[in-house]
C-alpha cells in the first residue's frame, strides 16, 4: 500500500502550499483532465513561442482525455513531457488553463476545476469546452502538423 497516496488531501492545499509541497495524490489532483498538454506542438525556433496542433499524442484516449499508459508514458512515448514540482520555471509551454501552470502563477483555479466544482467527476472540465474530448485527433503519424494549428491556447 502507498500510503502516502492513501492519505488524505488537505483542505484547499492548492492556495495554502507551494507545489513542492504537495503529496503525490495533491499533486496528481492538480491536473483538471483536459488533455490539452498532450496535443502536440510546434515551437517557433526564433523566439521560442509555442503553438498547439489538434492533434494529440497516440497514447491518448480521447474520450476519457487520459493517458491510456500512464505508468509507461516516458518509456513508450518519449516526447511526453513529466511534469515535476521542480520543472515550474518550465511551465511557460503549458497551456494558458492548465492547473498547474496556474497554480506555479498565483493565480486561482477556475470554477469548473475538479477540485472546485462537480464533486470531483472531472466532467465538467468536458462540458465548458477545454478539453480536447471535442475536437482533437489521434496522431498516425502521417499528418503535416502545420495543417492542424489551433494556435496558443
Ligand atoms: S494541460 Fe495541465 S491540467 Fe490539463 S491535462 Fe495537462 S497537466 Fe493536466
Ligand atoms: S504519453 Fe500519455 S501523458 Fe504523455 S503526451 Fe502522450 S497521452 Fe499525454
Known amino acids: ?9 488537505r483542505d484547499r492545499f492548492w492556495e495554502r502550499y507551494q507545489l513542492t509541497e504537495l503529496s503525490s495524490r495533491e499533486w496528481e489532483a492538480i491536473c483538471d483532465g483536459c488533455a490539452r498538454c498532450c496535443l502536440q506542438k510546434l515551437e517557433d525556433e526564433d523566439d521560442g513561442e509555442v503553438f498547439y496542433t489538434s492533434i494529440a499524442c497516440r497514447l491518448l484516449d480521447l474520450e476519457s482525455c487520459r493517458c491510456s499508459d500512464y505508468p509507461n508514458r516516458n518509456i513508450n512515448e518519449p516526447n511526453c513531457v513529466h511534469l515535476t514540482p521542480e520543472r515550474t520555471a518550465e511551465f511557460h509551454w503549458l497551456p494558458s488553463t492548465c492547473s498547474y501552470r496556474l497554480v506555479s502563477e498565483g493565480k486561482p ?26 475536437f482533437a485527433m489521434l496522431q498516425d503519424g502521417t499528418e503535416d502538423l502545420e495543417d492542424y494549428l489551433i494556435g496558443k491556447i
Open 1 to 9: 500500500m502507498n500510503i502516502e497516496s492513501e492519505a488524505a488531501m
Open 109 to 134: 483555479l477556475p470554477s469548473w476545476h475538479p477540485l472546485i466544482s462537480d464533486n470531483g467527476s472531472g466532467q465538467a472540465v468536458h462540458t465548458v469546452g477545454v478539453s480536447v474530448r471535442s
